[in-house]
């Protein structure tokens, strides 16, 4: 079991930064690959970023490239959401998600943590 706890949300203004953490709890935390999603009011739960399990690889979103990093610690079992240069269209509940296929398949979700960029 992996239980997944997200920090770091909040109301900001267009450009700013915010650092989104995850912390996971469980001794396996360094198999799974980690992921960030998103879900605007009205819309879909997308994927926002992706990193492996030991951190060679990252995915991002066309609408993020640029700004938003991902990365991990395993040894504090905590994954990251840099996330610069805000929009208001990045408004939307943020989901850390751990899997050992993802994105296809989510096999732990935390319960989501509301970023809000104000114009």
């Known amino acids: 079991q992996v239980q997944l706890v997200e920090s770091g949300g909040g109301l900001v203004q267009a450009g700013d930064s915010l650092r989104l953490s995850c912390a996971a709890s469980?001794?396996?935390?360094?198999?799974?690959?980690m992921a960030w999603f998103r879900q605007a009011p009205g819309k879909e739960r997308e994927i926002v970023a992706h990193i492996t399990w030991s951190g060679s690889s990252t995915y991002y979103v066309d609408s993020v490239k640029g700004r938003f990093t991902i990365s991990r610690d395993n040894a504090k079992n905590t994954v990251y959401l840099q996330m610069n240069s805000l929009k208001p269209e990045d408004t939307a509940v943020y989901y850390c998600?751990?899997?050992?296929?993802?994105?296809?398949?989510?096999?732990?979700w935390g319960k989501g943590t509301l970023v809000t960029v104000s114009s």
């Open positions: 469980g001794r396996t935390f360094s198999s799974y690959g």
């Open positions: 998600a751990a899997g050992r296929k993802l994105p296809i398949v989510v096999d732990y």
